[in-house]
Nanobody, 119 residues
Framework: QVQLVESGGGLVQAGGSLRLSCAAS????????IAWYRQAPGKEREIVLS????????YYTDSVKGRFTISRDNAKNTVYLQMNALKPEDTAVYYC????????????WGQGTQVTVSS
């Protein structure tokens, strides 16, 4: 089992940058694929990016390619989401989630962190 805590959200102007962190507790962090999801007001939650347990495989949704980067430091049990060139449409609550050994079932979720991009 793993517990996840997100941090780093906030208010930023369009074109700015933020870095979110997802800190995990528990052993064998490398056994978990980690994804970042987001949910904007009135919209369904969507997956934004994911990274496999040892970082060998990543997924990016088209809307963030070239602007967002996901990385992980298994020694620190932390996954990072670097967000550059932010747009107002990136405004959402961002959640990190964990899937054991890449099963695709994200059973563990953080509480979310708010990202607001002003125009």
């Amino acid at each position: 089992q793993v517990q996840l805590v997100e941090s780093g959200g906030g208010l930023v102007q369009a074109g700015g940058s933020l870095r979110l962190s997802c800190a995990a507790s528990g052993r064998t962090f490398g056994d978990y694929t980690i994804a970042w999801y987001r949910q904007a007001p009135g919209k369904e939650r969507e997956i934004v990016l994911s990274i496999s347990g040892y970082g060998g495989s990543t997924y990016y949704t088209d809307s963030v390619k070239g602007r967002f980067t996901i990385s992980r430091d298994n020694a620190k049990n932390t996954v990072y989401l670097q967000m550059n060139a932010l747009k107002p449409e990136d405004t959402a609550v961002y959640y990190c989630a964990a899937s054991y050994r890449g099963t695709g079932r994200y059973a563990y979720w953080g509480q979310g962190t708010q990202v607001t991009v002003s125009s």
